[in-house]
DNA sequence: TTGAAAGCGCTAACAC
DNA sequence: GTGTTAGCGCTTTCAA
């Protein structure tokens, strides 16, 4: 590929007189640049993207840090921040984490390699210190850093508090409710709080399952979720992410539990794939769009070194009213 | 951030030997080593990637363009994809093309910008030639260049048999098919050109129903397959994709037609899906962490300046027996 | 309005 | 073994 130089050379003009009629930046008169653009044609010319970026320090990337692409919502979120970034000019590198904390890590890393100009990140198996401790643009998706990087989240305590009441008006007596893992108090995790507390006042048996979810196939959750299905026989109500909510449904049609007559379901995301099982599942409803079009602009924000407006976004849930609950 | 001038300086050794240390090219004194170290750690330096790629004209970075990260293909491949490059040092950055011409050709000129040191596309809505005129890494996922470029795919006129062979097994008389764009021959096509010839010879009537699919959404997809149900009221077996035939199952339910009994579906793609509906699907599976592994293993190859040991890597698929055919 | 030149941080060739 | 230096291709002073 030519260079700016052999460009300059064939329009016989300098090198600064092409980068200013490449860049719109200073003068050039119409007949330089009628020359460049000649010379630029014939020699197919095209700006070498890592000379400019070497120079501006920037890359014009940014890193997507998730646990696993191959999961409705973060498959559904990494699209629609891959479309954000793109309508601003940016472009969306990304990293699945599996739950792996050195990978995490050395995504991390590439902010201060200046490989990326920022990170938006929804996967949290790192210490708070190892994000804490970058100056770069950083932003989190459902991890509260203490308003140190700004919080993309949905309001998880309504979402528990939704999917609470509709367990409740269906007069449920005794409820499960699957979670990753709990450890770590994280706006994600509220739901499970909320959900737990307004049980418990009501006089609903609560029984929360941990388990730790990095990847995810069907095979592994309807084998967890048979499992205690058959510890618990007693469960009327159920409360869970989409995937194992619908394992938990096709469960209980395997084993003639009646949904919602004996056992009823509400799930937490209410991605696409929860219009497709029969019945429709009743679900709690993350504003993707929105959580991905404010955790772009908020990375824009801070690479542009403006003020970020609001350091902790928090965004509605709706119910999604299905045949499950 | 530091950097390797400064590091020298307070090591009190020369940039080469700091470069040396860093890259364990050339010699380094035990000394000198030790010295480096502690100014490293003491700086929190931290080669600047963008100046080491500028001057090694490389990236580390393969674009995977796909038309879609919001389906359970196109994901689950996007994923094998990142895992493998990886495990081989590279990074992935995903470019949703939605159909639009326009942004593949943009993520293809970042190619001759050297944003990215090789492309993985399996998105094609751009003419061959634009293609063609480029002499940097690309690979193809299911669209077949001629040879120029490395072509993967999966056996599709078996995924065709296989699919007509299960319906005409269970003595389907009128069949409908519905496919993406079949204009432009394509080996992913090559199961509705088989379908329909093993139909006709079999003296079975074949409808086939086109449509440009380049967001999916269940929405569109049911109302599609509304239309043309009610259209084809006579039609007793269905050929399509995991999504458009969940939409067909639960149109199937809705409506009253028993299935498999009055009507036999069998899908393409096999996601995990079509392991969630009732019954499950039966389907033709191809195996995407393969196509994956295969991509990156020919776009590496590529880059290295190795020979590609096959230009057309077409893998087997097989047939996951659900109940719905 | 323009060309020459400095320099971004790094690597590698080449003297010492 | 090690320091010096010349670029990599581009942008941006700065003097003309």
Chains 1, 2 share one sequence.
Not at 110 to 124: K, N, P
Request: net charge neutral; glycine share 6%; hydrophobic share 35%.
């Amino acid at each position: 590929m030519a260079s700016i130089r052999e460009v300059a050379q064939k329009a016989h003009v300098g090198v600064g007189t092409v980068s200013r009629a490449l860049n719109g930046s200073g003068y050039v008169s119409a007949d330089a640049k009628k020359r460049i653009d000649q010379a630029i044609e014939e020699l197919h010319y095209m700006p070498n993207e890592l000379a400019r970026n070497f120079y501006r320090n920037r890359t014009g990337i940014i890193g997507v840090v998730i646990p696993n692409l191959d999961h409705p919502f973060f498959s559904k979120f990494t699209m629609e921040v891959e479309m954000e970034l793109y309508r601003h000019g940016y472009k969306t590198l990304v990293c699945n984490t599996i739950g792996i904390s050195n990978r995490e890590q050395e995504y991390l890393e590439m902010l201060d390699r200046s490989m990326v100009d920022g990170i938006i990140t929804g996967s949290h198996s790192l210490d708070d210190s190892s994000y804490l401790s970058h100056d770069k643009p950083i932003v989190s998706l459902d991890h509260d850093f203490g308003g140190k990087i700004p919080l993309i989240s949905s309001d998880h305590k309504k979402g528990g508090r939704l999917a609470a009441e509709v367990l409740l008006a269906d007069g449920c007596k005794h409820v499960i409710q699957f979670a990753g893992s709990t450890k770590v108090r994280t706006p994600a995790n509220d739901r499970h709080v909320t959900f737990t507390q307004m049980m418990q006042e009501h006089g609903v048996q609560v029984q929360t399952v941990e388990s730790a979810w990095n990847r995810f196939t069907f095979d592994y959750f309807q084998k967890t979720m048979e499992k205690f299905m058959k510890k618990y026989t007693n469960v009327d109500g159920i409360f869970t992410a989409d995937l194992p909510a619908i394992c938990c449904l096709n469960y209980a049609k395997k084993y003639g539990r009646k949904v919602p007559e004996d056992l009823k379901i509400v799930s937490y995301d209410a991605m696409e794939i929860t219009q497709i099982t029969d019945p429709c599942l009743t679900a709690v409803r993350q504003d993707v769009p929105q959580l991905a079009k404010a955790c772009v602009h908020s990375i824009l924000a801070l690479i542009e070194g403006k003020p970020v407006k609001n350091m902790r976004q928090i965004f509605d849930v709706s119910l999604q009213r299905g045949g499950t609950a």
